[in-house]
């Protein structure tokens, strides 16, 4: 059964740069996933911000990127705030109908 | 502005049956895949099922085959979901969300909360 592979929590400082992955533990994540993101802080419900490899969903900010970086799409937040201390999820499109969510990651923000 | 509505959820014993609804407010979900996403408290999010939008095409994750269907009616704009044979794990808030057409879930709801529990 394919596992969808998110890293270990984060801690990053305002201002910084942060990069949260997104794998396969078995195989290379490509394009024809089609990965998205979602953000998601406690007791809300999750919000889109990026889908199909790198377009952002409406009003999300352009300090969200997102892009594959090797063999793992990646989520790339610049310019870090406060109030991107969330949880992140990535989901990968597997075909036949049948999508995978990664565990998430958690981003604290210190 | 809330796009999609889901209702139905609640308190069931395990071995009990629910079945959720999803409204779309600001579009047409007929037009649409449409999809169900769960998360466990405490957990992530798992993606259970989809449904094409003739309805003639469904998917499901392998721990709720031959337990849950998604249905749809597109006449009324709502999806279902008819959850059988609950189990403690099944235990979630259940979202329901339109797939785009690169393969992406949006809107979110605010869910419905699933306990099954004896």
């Known amino acids: 059964q394919t596992v969808v592979t998110q890293g270990p929590p984060f801690s990053v400082s305002p201002g910084g740069t942060v990069t949260l992955t997104c794998g396969l533990s078995s195989g290379s994540v490509s394009t024809f996933y089609y990965p998205s993101w979602y953000q998601q802080t406690p007791g809300q419900t999750p919000r889109t911000l990026i889908y199909n490899t790198d377009t952002r969903s409406s009003g999300v900010p352009d300090r969200f990127s997102g892009s594959i970086l090797g063999n793992k799409a990646a989520l790339t937040i610049t310019g870090v705030q406060a109030e991107d201390e969330s949880d992140y999820y990535c989901?990968?499109?597997?075909?036949?109908?049948?999508?995978?969510f990664g565990g998430g990651t958690k981003l604290t923000v210190l | 502005e809330v796009q999609v509505v889901e209702s139905g959820g609640g308190l069931v014993q395990p071995g009990g049956s629910l079945r959720l609804s999803c409204a779309a407010s600001?579009?047409?979900?007929?037009?649409?895949?449409m999809s169900w996403v769960r998360q466990a408290p405490g957990k992530g999010l798992e993606w259970v099922a989809n449904i094409k939008q003739d309805g003639s095409e469904k998917y499901y994750v392998d721990s709720v085959k031959g337990r849950f269907t998604i249905s749809r009616d597109n006449a009324k704009n709502l999806v279902y979901l008819q959850m059988n044979s609950l189990r403690v794990e099944d235990t979630a808030v259940y979202y329901c969300v339109k797939v785009g057409s690169w393969y992406w879930f949006d809107p979110w709801g605010q869910g419905t909360l699933v306990t099954v529990s004896s």
């Open positions: 600001t579009f047409t979900s007929r037009d649409y895949w």
């Open positions: 989901v990968l499109y597997m075909g036949s109908g049948i999508w995978v």
